[in-house]
């Protein structure tokens, strides 16, 4: 599955009859500044999507922090965002493409494909001496057709399975995963047989992807195989998303878990494990 465009392949692209429609899905955990960010400098002609209200539900937490949004909501925010059957698509923001892989992932869930990643973010395309554009865009409402349904997705049980009998890859950062802190959801620690892979382990030290047979050897090392099934998951299901497209540059389909940790630790009776030992399972107390 081809996943990345480089700075320069957009950029000529942009020059064709029909560009691509470019998305700015800037977002960061406990802050709300990503459209003022992207009203003060953003590639020309891109559209601003909302993390939490476009490519979200609302939080509840017997789903999560991020639940998937509904689909017909998803298809109208879409053709809000200027989307017409057969557009080609980029999406793009100012972390290596940590958040933007969401809205990739849930257009590829929705039966678009021709979706791309701006390899390197926004940081590449200014690196790449690249002109930005300020203030907001509203284009033309498109008329795409999006269905549902195109992408794997594995439920809260179904995970238990998948880091029994496969490989689940625990996305957040290693402090998180081992237990140590846990800043936003109620119980520390990670699912029992998941194993830790932070999701800025797909990133070369210039924020670009690293190439395919990297993460192939990097994911290999983890235990993902052909024949056993592979997914992941993360804190809310938004950075999982990046390591599901980077297992699909390394040349692997894997599933989403979209309620992640946020999940798995509001749902009495699962089990968490603590330390750097992904099957070690006890029960952190919970928060309260």
Known sequence: MEILISAAQLHERLRSPRPPVLLDVRWTLGAADGREKYLRGHLPGAVYVDMD?????????????????????FAAA??????????????????????AARAWWLLRHAGETDVY???????????????????????????????????????????????????????????????????VDPRAGHIPGAVNRPSTDNLAADGTFRSPAELRASFEALGVRPDRPVAAYCGSGIF?????????????SAALYPGSWSQWSSTPGTPAAVGADPGRAENPPQKG
């Open 78 to 99: 879409a053709r809000g965002w200027g989307l017409n059957d057969g557009d080609t698509v980029v999406v793009y923001d100012d972390a290596a493409g940590t958040s």
């Open 240 to 252: 999982a998303a990046h390591e599901v497209a980077a297992l699909a540059q390394a040349g692997t």
């Open 117 to 183: 990643l701006l390899d390197g973010g926004l940081a590449a395309w200014r690196e790449a001496g690249l002109p930005l554009a300020s203030g907001p865009v509203q284009p033309e409402p498109g008329t795409a057709y999006l269905s549902w349904g195109h992408m794997p997705v594995v439920g809260l049980p179904e995970a238990g399975r998948v880091a029994a009998e496969g490989t689940l890859l625990d996305a957040r950062a290693p402090e998180r995963y081992r237990g140590e802190t846990e800043p």
């Open 53 to 73: 209200t476009e490519l979200s539900a609302p939080a509840v937490p017997a789903e999560g922090r991020h639940p998937l949004p509904d689909p017909a909501a």
